[in-house]
């Protein structure tokens, strides 16, 4: 899976890394065959929802809020990373990622960036597709990326 941008040379490549994050993250795949294939056990009740850790190789816990995802976190070797899901839309029959926080930490637990995300869709003969991606990030400086999609192919 390698979506391809018809972009200026510098631009492309990156362009093209947001698309595959947003595209892989949301495409069909069976719970049996994503999260559901590990062993899950509930680990606390709080004001962040109900949390789940899974027995994956990233020590994830995911919390749960009136009956949504709220916050999902992993462990990756250099250091964690969560993300907070703020605002849902309704797309056709699905409910999509609108707005959320991707907030990065170090192995030692110090914050290293944080990561705003708001996202569009569209339908496209019957899929419901990213049209427009707005990343604005706050590390070393402050940075900000606006990724619209015109003139849309989709290749079978």
Known sequence: FRP???????VGPLAEKELASLLGHRRPVPFEAGEGRYPMRLVEEGPMGTAIALEDPFRSRIW?????????????????FRIHLEAWKQVGEKLLPHRFLLVHRDARGRLLKVERFRDEYA?????WLPVEREVVVEGEGLEALVLRLENVEVAA
């Open 64 to 80: 749960v809020r009136q009956g949504r995802l709220h916050v999902i976190e992993r462990h990756l070797a250099e250091g964690s």
């Open 123 to 127: 339908a496209f003969g019957g899929l």
């Open 4 to 10: 391809e941008v018809d972009l200026p040379e510098g």
